[in-house]
């Protein structure tokens, strides 16, 4: 079973930037698709990016796309989220998920595809 862990939250302004870094311990992390979501209290987890695991094919959510990146580093077992031009909107608590099976040139916005999470890190963006 893999560990998750998640870092680079925090208390942002609107406009301002942010990355995410997830790590992964154990498991086989070279083989998983990762993805991002976002939850608010109240809400559903919403999904924000995901890459395959080559890194060759990457997704985002519509609200997201074009000021958000998602990459990886498959020797440092690590995927990152670079946040751009942040607003408000954004403010939610970010899990990193990892899926075992996932194929090599589509993904999932599934949060029930997603096999492994980590415990997630606040972002608040403040206006």
């Known amino acids: 079973q893999p560990q998750l862990v998640e870092s680079g939250g925090g208390l942002v302004q609107v406009g301002d930037s942010l990355r995410l870094s997830c790590g992964v311990s154990g498991g086989s992390f070279s083989s998983y698709a990762m993805a991002w979501f976002r939850q608010t209290p109240g809400k559903e987890r919403e999904f924000v990016a995901a890459?395959?695991?080559?890194?060759?094919?990457?997704d985002y959510a519509n609200s997201v796309k074009g000021r958000f990146t998602i990459s990886r580093d498959n020797a440092k077992n690590t995927v990152d989220l670079q946040m751009n031009s942040l607003n408000p909107d954004d403010t939610g608590v970010y899990f990193c998920?990892?899926?075992?099976?996932?194929?090599?040139?589509?993904?999932?916005?599934?949060?029930?595809?997603?096999?492994?999470w980590g415990q997630g890190t606040q972002v608040t963006v403040s206006s």
């Open positions: 890459i395959v695991w080559s890194g060759m094919v990457k």
């Open positions: 998920a990892a899926e075992r099976y996932g194929a090599a040139a589509s993904l999932s916005r599934r949060a029930t595809d997603y096999d492994y």
